[in-house]
Structure formats: structure tokens, C-alpha cells
């Protein structure tokens, strides 16, 4: 084989190699994405029956439920137009109360409900790391006169 012909073998491997390599992460990133979808939008039957998205809304007022001696609760998700009864066993964030606003990954069971593996409380526009709060009061206090 000529030097020339070798080197065209060579970038043609390396080429194949580069496309494979995309193609694996191309389908590993496909399989790892969640959606996001709101109680209106499961309602509407716009979710995949197979795979595990994210449900996102408010917490219902009153709609807490714990079951007495174990980790797992029911609450209600809703988006003011609908709602979705949630179903979560562990230790729910310290920002999790009723009113709030609430990310929720899991599926949705077959009676219609959303079993979650896991839950977020989202925080609102004004929320501040502590460490950021005790900065900025740290700055105030040593400009102050």
C-alpha cells in the first residue's frame, strides 16, 4: 500500500470513529432527557406513557397528606387550570409547604397519578444564598457610619 493510500485509510478510520463516537452521545443524550410538563399538558395526554418527565406547578393549599409513620406523602400539583395527585416516598425539601412551587421527576401511574422518585421545591425570584446575604450584611454593617 502506498504512503498516500494509507493515510486516506487512516483519516477514513479516524472519520468513522468521530461519527460513531457522535452517534453514541447523540443516543445517551436522548435517553437522559426529561421534559417538563405542567398538570394542563398531562391532562391533555401530551406525555410519553413510557418514559419519566418532570411535572411542575404549584402545591395545592390542604392537599398535603402524610401517611403517619413513614416517609411517604400525597400532595396535589396544580397549575390553576388542573391538577395532578402526587405520590412521593422520602424526605421532602426544607422549602416543600403547600402554596409553593414544586418539580417533581417520576412517571405517571396507571390509574393517572404521578408516583415521584424525586422532588424540588423551587424558590422565587428574591431567594439569595445564605452566604451571599452574609456578605452583603457584612458590607452594610462596615460602610455603615
Given amino acids: 500500500m502506498t504512503p498516500r493510500r494509507q493515510r486516506m ?33 398531562i391532562v391533555a395526554g401530551d406525555v410519553p406513557a413510557e418514559r419519566g418527565f418532570r411535572l411542575g406547578g404549584m402545591v395545592l393549599d390542604g392537599s398535603v397528606e402524610r401517611e403517619p409513620g413513614s416517609l411517604t406523602v400525597a400532595f396535589v400539583v396544580t397549575d390553576f387550570a388542573n391538577s395532578i395527585p402526587v405520590k412521593y416516598t422520602g424526605v421532602l425539601p426544607d422549602l416543600f409547604q403547600e402554596g409553593q412551587g414544586v418539580v417533581a421527576r417520576g412517571r405517571l401511574a396507571e390509574d393517572g397519578s404521578f408516583v415521584a422518585e424525586e422532588v424540588l421545591a423551587k424558590h422565587d425570584e428574591n431567594y439569595m444564598p445564605p452566604e451571599v446575604a452574609e456578605a452583603l450584611e457584612r458590607g452594610r454593617a462596615v460602610g455603615a457610619p
Fill in 9 to 41: 485509510v487512516l483519516i477514513g478510520i479516524v472519520v468513522m470513529g468521530v461519527a460513531v463516537s457522535v452517534g453514541f452521545a447523540l443516543q445517551a443524550f436522548r435517553e437522559n432527557v426529561l421534559f417538563f410538563f405542567s398538570p394542563s399538558e
